[in-house]
């Protein structure tokens, strides 16, 4: 086997990005060098401790774990309680996590990684507002042409938006933050609603977790049970859209995955539209193609690969 990716996972737990944490846990192919919180989903203090909690599910305490931005750069932070619960991670009842928080903060820890490492050898997975990303960017400037790829779940462009008719959760919640990272010409790859609205929580794929019999198994149909009972009622669909696993499944099978390189922008002035991602699909613009943005996959595909990891661990 190659040698393992190098990752760094930033994330605001959420049930699903508890699933794209578990994801990679049960991946050998990835070597997760630190998991960093921000503020998103619910507030920082309870993205860090979800985090740490998820670290103690799968039995990898030695994953350091820090905290980073508490807002969003510009705006109030917007939370996402009644998708997620209070805690962020309603429905499996969880030990309280023992590991310990790193003491360095989040942004730091990613500027000292990103500088000591290889050039172009670690991957940043980003699963929640961009605003630690933003932040690293502008705390150390010479981190930018070291980050070998952004993979990001976030924006949408057919599929409109889930906070605002124009905005997807994680773009909206710092904008700002989404036009520094999406501008800084690192290559992007975009997890918008448009692929992860077709990568549904059915009964049968939920029911594939409980057989597991295992603590992690039990724990994700816990977890995608209470998530999705909210965008159930909100889409008519039988099970709701699972987002962030689709980011770490990107590095283990990109051949379930079919996209586009097309121009990004986000909008940060109009309150109508602030957050949206105006995505180029069309190619009417000679603005930068500046993302790979996904828009299909073999949904089969993923959830096999989730049951085959998390049944690992
Ligand atoms: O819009 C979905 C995104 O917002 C997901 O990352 C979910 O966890 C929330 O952060
Ligand atoms: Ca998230």
């Keep these: ?71 969003p750069l510009v705006r109030k932070l917007v939370t996402a309680e009644y998708v997620h619960g209070k805690t962020g991670l309603n429905g499996p009842v969880l030990p309280e996590p023992t590991m310990p928080l790193q003491e360095q903060h989040a942004v730091d820890f990613i500027v000292e990684t990103l500088m000591a490492e290889a050039e172009k050898s670690v991957t940043l997975c980003v699963l929640g507002p961009l605003t630690n990303i933003a932040l690293a960017m502008i705390r150390e400037p010479k981190i930018v042409p070291r980050i070998a790829e952004i993979v990001l779940m976030g924006g949408g462009c057919f599929e409109g938006g889930n906070t605002t008719p124009a905005a997807e959760f994680n773009i909206y919640v710092d904008p700002h933050a989404a036009k520094i990272v999406f501008e800084a010409g690192v290559p992007i790859t975009m997890f918008p609603l448009d692929v992860t609205h077709k990568a549904l929580t059915t009964r049968k794929r939920v029911q594939e977790f409980r057989d597991m019999n295992t603590k992690a198994g039990t724990a994700t149909a816990e977890l995608l049970d209470f998530f999705e009972r909210f965008d159930e009622v909100k889409y008519g669909t039988e099970g709701g859209p699972l987002h962030d696993p689709n980011v770490i499944a990107w590095l283990l099978k990109p051949e379930l995955y079919s996209g586009r390189h097309i121009n990004i922008e986000i909008e940060t002035t109009s309150e109508l539209t602030m957050g949206m991602t105006v995505a180029d699909w069309w190619g009417v613009t000679d603005r930068p193609k500046n993302a790979f943005f996904v828009r299909n996959l073999d949904a089969d595909g993923f959830y096999n690969l989730l049951i085959e990891r998390i049944g690992t661990l």
């Design 1 to 71: 086997m190659t040698e393992p990716r190098n990752i760094i996972i930033d994330t605001d737990p959420g049930q699903d990005d508890a699933v794209a944490i578990l994801l990679a846990l049960g991946s050998p192919e990835l070597a997760v060098l630190g998991i960093t919180a921000v503020a998103g989903n619910v507030p920082l203090a309870l993205t860090e401790k979800n985090v740490r909690t998820i670290c103690e599910l799968a039995d990898r305490s030695d994953i350091p774990v820090y905290a980073g931005a508490i807002r």
